[in-house]
């Protein structure tokens, strides 16, 4: 088929920064929405856990790691003890603790074994993914299912965006959202909290 510079030019105007700006808020506002509607139990149930838990242990690879190193500092801001795994300074998971994890796939080798382990050390798992039926979803306590593309789907279904973007913006949102719910809980105010925010930096 005949393609010119032309056509070109009209597929890259129609995939502009703006109208991939919106495509990426129709997709987070579907999916949030249907978390609200259909996660409300494992929601509450991964609340209170956290809420109770000794301390907070976070655990994802890639951006979805990262994603929950967002979650852990608002934790810490408000007053939990909250670690990353894998950081040098990180001490032994024990009873009493959770390991909050995120793994669009479920599937993550360096996750399900931390998961396991942490369960054989007494500690509580929940995770965020995108698949529940999958080996970390079945370790968790609770499981908060995220309708977004895990990251080998090609089939553009679940979402247009690159390998598991989805998954890991609604994994940050999520994370928000868990840390507002405590925080309005505690009845603390941000002044409250701000102390604890580093001051190096
Ligand atoms: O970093 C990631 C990648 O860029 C996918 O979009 C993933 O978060 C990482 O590979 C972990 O995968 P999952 O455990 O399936 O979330």
Redo the contacts with the bound molecule.
């Keep these: 088929m005949h393609h010119c510079a032309e056509d070109d030019r009209r597929v890259i105007e129609k995939h502009s920064f703006h109208s991939s700006l919106s495509q990426i808020r129709d997709e987070l506002s579907r999916t949030l929405a249907t978390i609200c509607q259909d996660q409300q139990e494992a929601l509450e149930q991964m609340a209170e856990m956290i809420g109770g838990a000794e301390r907070i242990f976070v655990l ?7 994603a929950l190193q967002m979650t852990a500092m608002r934790l810490m801001h408000l007053g939990k003890e909250a670690y990353v795994v894998g950081e040098t300074t990180t001490p032994a998971i024990r009873g009493g603790d959770v390991l909050l994890t ?7 080798g360096s ?1 399900v074994r931390a998961a396991e382990q942490a369960r054989g050390a007494g500690a509580t798992v929940v995770c965020f993914t ?1 698949r529940q039926h999958s080996p970390l979803g079945e370790l968790a306590a609770a499981a908060v299912l995220i309708p977004a593309a ?2 080998l789907d090609r089939s553009g279904a679940a979402s247009a965006q ?4 989805l ?2 913006q609604a994994v940050v949102i999520a994370g928000d959202a868990l840390f507002h719910a405590l925080w309005q809980r505690s009845g603390r105010s941000a002044d409250e909290l701000w102390p604890r925010h580093a001051n190096i930096e």
């Design positions: 994802g690879a890639g951006r979805s790691g990262l995120a793994s669009g796939s479920g599937t993550t996750v995108a895990e990251k690159y390998a598991g973007s998954f890991e």
